[in-house]
């Protein structure tokens, strides 16, 4: 699965992970459900990451800095 979707919790700030490893996105997305009270948003892909921005915006990003798909070095 490319994408978990933000998980139900009204109010509170959307914390969007973004790594194409998928443990890692993992991982992340349980540790932040554990410890805080953030919505969290998990995409292995870069560009469906920026798809979701499109149509809503998020509070956080993390993100990994090179991915296949898309380098952030070079922006």
Do not use: C, W
């Not at 969007?16 to 993992?26: A, C, G």
């Not at 349980?30 to 009270?37: K, R």
């Amino acid at each position: 699965m490319d994408q978990s979707p933000a998980h139900h919790k009204p109010g509170h700030p959307v914390v969007m992970i973004v790594d194409d490893v998928p443990m890692v996105t993992r991982s992340l997305e349980s540790l932040l459900q554990l410890e805080t009270e953030y919505r969290i948003a998990s995409y292995q892909s870069p560009v469906a990451a920026l798809d979701r921005l499109k149509e809503e915006p998020v509070d956080i990003i993390v993100s990994d800095f090179m991915m296949p798909d898309m380098n952030l070095s070079l922006i």
